[in-house]
């Protein structure tokens, strides 16, 4: 697939994922070998100190990252936004059954204009989605936005590993043996093809940390996880900004 194609697909991506919702948890833990547990808890140990954080979860798929982030003390409320009805429901099903509905919610919404308002949440995070948004810039610009002075905005994403050995496993792995096991579990032709490819197309490290500096977040910096297979990005919105 082209850069242009790859682009393109990504405007009506949220379609592959209402396809692929019914089987997507479980491959999720399957294809990451359950360490996508792990690095949850990496974002939630990088929340601001301080209680009665309010938190917009972008690209919620079925909300594990919601429902983690909902179980935590110091958090008040998390809503949680997707524009795949299909990971929605399931997610909804999800707050429902462990009993977080006083604490969490998910409704249909678009990461990259963020349809809420100005300084109105302490905390946005992405996790593994916002590689497939149209435009990385302009969510970044909106995730600003809508946290409050003193925020702070979280991005999990893949990255590539340096070492060359594990990076050669890291591309065998993500060429054949994942798009192969997801296309056939999910009975999709290519949807996880598709989500190979955005991978290797994208920003990270440096490059992706430069995207936070231009919107205007500060304290940028970023932590590799797992031998750099997945990064979190982290950046704050201060008074001086």
Same mark, same amino acid.
């Given at each position: 697939? &082209?850069? +242009?194609?790859? #682009?393109?697909?990504?405007?009506? &991506?949220?379609? %592959?994922?209402? $396809? %692929? ?7 999720? #833990?399957?294809? *990451?070998? /359950? %360490?996508? !547990? ?6 939630? +140990? ?20 919601? !429902?983690?982030?909902?179980?935590? $003390? ?33 409704? !249909? ?20 989605? %916002? ?7 302009? *969510?970044l610009h909106n995730m600003y ?5 003193? /925020?702070? *905005?979280?991005?999990?994403? =893949?990255?590539?590993?340096?070492? !060359?050995? =594990? ?15 997801? +296309?056939?579990? *999910?009975? #999709? $032709? ?5 989500? +190979? ?15 936070m500096k231009n919107a205007g977040?500060?304290?940028? #910096? =970023? ?19």
């Amino acid at each position: 697939m &082209s850069k +242009n194609e790859l #682009h393109a697909r990504k405007d009506e &991506s949220y379609k %592959i994922f209402d $396809k %692929i919702a019914g089987t997507y948890d479980f491959l999720n #833990h399957l294809l *990451s070998f /359950g %360490i996508d !547990i792990y690095w949850r808890k990496v974002v939630i +140990n990088n929340l601001p100190k301080r209680n009665d954080l309010e938190i917009l979860d972008l690209a919620c798929g079925t909300g594990d990252l919601t !429902i983690a982030l909902a179980k935590e $003390k110091n958090v008040k409320s998390v809503l949680g936004i997707d524009l795949s009805q299909g990971m929605i429901d399931i997610g909804k099903t999800k707050i429902t059954r462990k009993k977080l509905s006083d604490k969490s919610s998910m409704e !249909i919404g678009d990461g990259v204009n963020i349809p809420k308002e100005d300084n109105s949440f302490d905390v946005t995070t992405v996790s593994f989605g %916002i590689r497939n948004f149209p435009d990385t810039q302009k *969510s970044l610009h909106n995730m600003y936005r809508v946290i409050r002075t003193g /925020g702070r *905005s979280m991005v999990l994403e =893949f990255s590539i590993p340096k070492n !060359i050995f =594990f990076r050669g496993i890291y591309f065998f792995y993500f060429r054949y043996l994942l798009p192969f096991v997801g +296309n056939l579990v *999910s009975k #999709h $032709k290519d949807a996880y093809s598709y989500l +190979n490819e955005t991978v290797e197309d994208y920003p990270y490290g440096e490059n992706f940390a430069q995207m936070m500096k231009n919107a205007g977040f500060k304290n940028v #910096h =970023f932590k590799e996880l797992t031998f750099g297979i997945a990064t979190l990005y982290i950046g704050d919105k201060l008074e001086n900004n």
